[in-house]
């Protein structure tokens, strides 16, 4: 998930501002990250782990259903056809496709 956070803020934004976005989206993600651990800590001290654990799930079914139209941005589908960059390999001679390191038959004869 949160590889898929970080390729979504990079691609969403421009060129020209990418490194100062990323800078802000990692300090704004390990500084939530950091308060939402006290606020979790501070639930659990003062109701006890299990309710805490309740609220946590309930946190997260709450949000799958509130964010569920905002989808992540992703780059671009790559054409993945083969270059075609280097000529079809020769052979010295004819390859049998059934011998090899693991066939029953033996290449030495």
Known sequence: ML???????????PDWVRGLGLTAYVTVFFGTMTL???LWGFIADR?????????AAAGALLALFLTRRFRLQSAPEGDLTPSMHWPESALAGAVDEDTGPCSSRSNTT
Do not use: C, D, R
């Open 3 to 13: 590889a898929s956070l970080n390729v979504s803020a990079q691609v969403a934004l």
């Open 36 to 38: 939402g651990s006290a």
């Open 47 to 55: 109701f006890g782990l299990p309710a805490a654990h309740y609220i």
